[in-house]
């Protein structure tokens, strides 16, 4: 059996929360693997899934043909910070339901040719889309000090972001700094040793910062949430899991002002997290927090 593109963290949570009704129009505007949209799928649900990486819509494709023969589905290549753009251009519209999942897929992570895991020795890349002409490599090797120490505190929320990014310059003096796993090293020669306690590889929040930068994550979720809510038909409900704090504040933020102004109703007054069988059973979900809001009637 081939493996799994990617496991989805909090699907069934996810499926309750948009409330898939058969024949029911609904996006999966970050398709990954496809784990949230078969359970569309297979509630009754017509799907439109979009995703910027090729490699994710192919085995998206792959997983739908096998496991959803006669289900009405449509996949496309695009950035969802173009949802709106996107829904129209493919008479998709409006929708019973919106779905993000943030972050990184499995196959992403486990992958060394794509540069996104610090424990892999493969490029330093980090691009979800090829289309993209900045890696992650130009970033490390070409801005200055400061410039890197903004990426690393802003996007990575990283309290040593000045001494790691004077110990990157100084490391691509000698020689430019060209793998995942090197850059990985270079931060964990320049951080504190880590805590008794702490479990979070010392290169994690950098990774993460450097990840966002590439593919203007956080621009583009705050470009697209308005999108969403747009394109949903009253009653439509929009469902967010995000990984990290800033997009979880991302999140928060958009549906407490969209609740303030009644154009929303939270469904989610604390975000909702994995159980503790679901971290066991898959320990990347361990971050996971799903918001969940619907789109109230117009006055």
């Given at each position: 059996m081939p493996?799994?593109?990617?496991?989805?963290?909090?699907?069934?949570?996810a499926i309750?929360?948009l409330?898939?009704?058969?024949?029911e129009?609904?996006i999966?505007?970050?398709l990954?693997?496809?784990?949230?949209s078969?359970?569309?799928?297979?509630?009754?649900?017509?799907?439109l899934?979009i995703d910027c990486d090729?490699?994710?819509?192919a085995?998206a494709?792959?997983?739908?043909s096998?496991?959803?023969?006669?289900a009405?589905w449509?996949?496309v290549?695009?950035?969802f910070g173009?949802?709106?753009?996107?829904?129209?251009?493919?008479?998709f519209?409006?929708v019973?339901?919106?779905?993000?999942?943030?972050g990184v897929?499995s196959?992403q992570?486990?992958?060394?040719?794509?540069g996104?895991?610090?424990?892999?020795?493969?490029p330093?890349?980090?691009?979800?889309s090829?289309?993209l002409?900045v890696t992650?490599?130009?970033?490390i090797?070409?801005?200055g000090?400061?410039?890197?120490?903004?990426?690393?505190?802003?996007?990575?929320?990283?309290?040593?972001?000045r001494r790691?990014a004077?110990a990157i310059?100084r490391?691509?003096?000698?020689?430019?700094?060209?793998t995942?796993d090197?850059?990985a090293e270079i931060?964990l020669?320049a951080r504190?040793?880590?805590g008794?306690?702490?479990?979070?590889h010392?290169?994690?929040r950098?990774?993460q910062a450097?990840r966002?930068?590439?593919?203007?994550?956080?621009n583009n979720?705050?470009?697209?949430?308005?999108?969403?809510l747009?394109?949903?038909?009253p009653?439509?409900?929009?469902?967010?899991l995000s990984?990290h704090?800033l997009?979880?504040r991302?999140?928060?933020n958009?549906l407490?002002e969209?609740a303030e102004k009644?154009?929303?109703?939270?469904?989610?007054?604390?975000?909702?997290?994995p159980?503790e069988?679901?971290i066991?059973?898959?320990?990347?979900?361990r971050?996971g927090k799903?918001?969940?809001?619907e789109k109230?009637?117009k006055k």
């Open positions: 493996k799994l593109f990617h496991k989805p963290v909090l699907l069934k949570e309750e929360f409330a898939v009704k058969s024949g129009k609904y999966d505007a970050t990954g693997g496809g784990g949230h078969e359970a569309i799928l297979k509630s009754g649900g017509i799907l899934g090729p490699e994710a819509i085995a494709r792959r997983r739908l096998s496991a959803c023969p006669g009405s449509r996949l290549r695009g950035n173009d949802l709106k753009e996107i829904a129209l251009k493919n008479d519209f409006p019973a339901g919106v779905l993000f999942d943030l897929s196959h992570l486990e992958t060394d040719y794509r996104f895991s610090f424990n892999l020795k493969g330093l890349d980090m691009r979800m090829p289309d002409k992650a490599a130009d970033l090797n070409c801005l000090e400061h410039e890197l120490a903004e990426i690393f505190f802003k996007f990575g929320e990283e309290k040593f972001s790691i004077r310059c490391a691509r003096q000698l020689a430019p700094i060209k995942a090197e850059l931060i020669r504190p040793r880590r008794k306690f702490d479990r979070t010392p290169a994690t950098c990774f450097l966002i930068a590439v593919n203007d994550e956080l979720l705050k470009k697209a949430l308005p999108q969403a747009e394109i949903l038909k009653g439509g409900r929009l469902v967010v990984f704090s997009e979880d991302a999140v928060k958009f407490k969209k009644g154009e929303i109703k939270i469904l989610t007054k604390k975000p909702i997290r159980t069988a679901e066991k059973e898959n320990p990347r979900s971050s799903l918001r969940a809001g109230n009637e």
